[in-house]
């Protein structure tokens, strides 16, 4: 039902045999999770797995769901149970979407391209980074699926508006502003591993590119890294890589503010989300600048430490929305239990970022497809065992907060 999508001639990867028995036996996002883990070097595997400072917020995002149960409702007639939905104007056969990531090059040469076809491939909807390693006419060329574009806003707001007509006219259907990066997360295991910007690796590191051949042999032989999405604009165009980086990061702007957002808003004039959102006060501000949707999140605990668990702060952002926008949610979504109880709580669809990325790192495009195979079949299943036909059946009555035991 959900492959009503059929995939782009020529999407499957040159190594199409391989990755299938590099995906045999995995179960679960977890079994994906430990494989990518044994083929990364470590300043690619801490670049994926990390979080800011002491990295409490990243271990929240997934404790906190353990603090909910669900609770099931039998004798419901569930033999034929629809998980799609609308969200940002698209119909999806799941409610989750692949959340933007950057630099995706760093765990398979196919980057975007490989998470984009099997996006379309399950119809879902896939997010493209500001510096993603694909172009976005690269991405949109490979993908007949809902694909949406993420924007940092960068010092030069021409940028802006020249990403926001590209988007355009590559046929994006949905925009997302991320408004939690006002400067860098604090990062220290890239510290540690030299995967700083611009990088500087260590003995350690460059000993784990040895140890890590597949990996190493993979890069050497595919593209060469890029940021070219927006790399065209460094004004030296001699600059190194490890220079152009560093020129686009400083390009971050700190000063950006609410007016910013409403002028993207208006100069895109569709669906579009902010993601970041982590109070009622920035939700509320959202809905009253026009955006359709508010994602809930912390970018997997990547930028401020100690901010709350995603899922803990779902509840209060869904009441102050009121119904005006979409709330998504995003940040340690590992299970189908853990969709269904964001959507119990008021969500509407989830993403997910590391889930993809140890599917892409292990088997490229099958990779993530096994990776949304994963989700779909366990949403599927958690609805039928929650006696829900549909998503709009999931609410209140099948969650609660466990009763702390004393
Ligand atoms: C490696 C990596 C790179 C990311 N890059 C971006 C990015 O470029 N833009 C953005 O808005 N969020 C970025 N994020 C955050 C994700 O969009 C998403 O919010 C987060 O991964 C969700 O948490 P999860 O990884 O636990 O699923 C990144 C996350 C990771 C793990």
């Known amino acids: 039902m959900w492959k009503h999508l059929k995939p782009l001639p020529g999407t499957r990867p040159p190594d199409a045999g391989q990755p299938m028995m590099r995906l045999a036996r995995v179960c679960n996002i977890d079994d994906l999770r430990k494989r990518a883990l044994s083929v990364l070097p470590d300043p690619m595997l801490h670049y994926l797995e990390g979080g800011a400072d002491d990295e409490q917020t990243l271990r929240r995002n997934r404790e906190a769901f353990a603090a909910f149960d669900l609770i099931p409702h039998f004798l419901v007639d569930v033999a034929n149970v629809d998980t799609t ?22 765990f398979h040469p196919q980057a975007e391209l490989a998470v984009a076809r099997a996006a379309a491939e399950h119809g879902t909807m896939f997010c493209l980074s500001t510096v ?11 993908s007949n699926g809902p694909k949406m574009f993420q924007i940092y806003v960068l010092g030069d707001h021409g940028l802006n508006t020249e990403f926001i007509s590209r988007a355009r006219e590559s046929g994006y259907d949905a925009l997302c502003l991320t408004i939690d990066v006002p400067v860098g997360g604090n990062r220290e295991r890239d510290v540690r591993t030299g995967m ?27 593209p060469r890294f890029d940021l070219p999405i927006v790399s065209g604009h460094v004004p030296d165009k001699n600059a190194s890589l490890a220079e152009r980086m560093a020129y686009i990061f400083r390009q971050f702007d700190p000063s950006v503010t609410w007016k910013d957002a409403e002028r993207m808003i208006a100069e895109w004039n569709g669906p ?24 809930v999140s912390n970018h997997g605990g990547r930028q401020l430490d100690t901010s709350p668990a995603t899922i803990d702060a779902l509840a209060e952002i869904v009441a102050a929305v009121d119904g005006q926008a979409e709330v998504i949610v995003d ?35 099958a990779g993530v497809s096994k990776a949304l195979d994963i989700f779909t079949a366990e949403i599927y299943r958690d609805m039928a065992l929650l006696g829900c ?13 466990r009763p702390v035991s004393g």
């Open 331 to 365: 940040g340690g979504i590992r299970r189908g239990t853990d969709v269904i109880k964001a959507l119990a709580l008021g969500a509407k669809a989830c993403m997910i970022g590391r889930p993809y990325l140890y599917g892409l790192t292990v088997a490229g495009q």
């Open 85 to 106: 939905t609308e969200v940002l104007g698209q119909k999806l056969p799941i409610p989750l979407m692949l959340a933007p990531t950057g630099m995706s090059r760093l």
């Open 272 to 295: 579009f989300a902010v993601k970041g959102v982590l109070s009622p006060d920035d939700a509320r501000q959202a809905i009253d600048i026009g955006a359709t949707a508010v994602m």
């Open 132 to 142: 993603g390693s694909e172009t976005i006419e690269s991405v949109a060329a490979v």
């Open 196 to 222: 700083a910007i611009p990088p500087k690796f260590t003995w350690r590191s460059n000993l784990s590119f040895v140890t890590r051949p597949r990996w190493s042999l993979r890069q050497l032989f595919g």
């Open 389 to 401: 036909r549909n998503v709009n059946e999931i609410g209140p009555r099948h969650i609660r907060r």
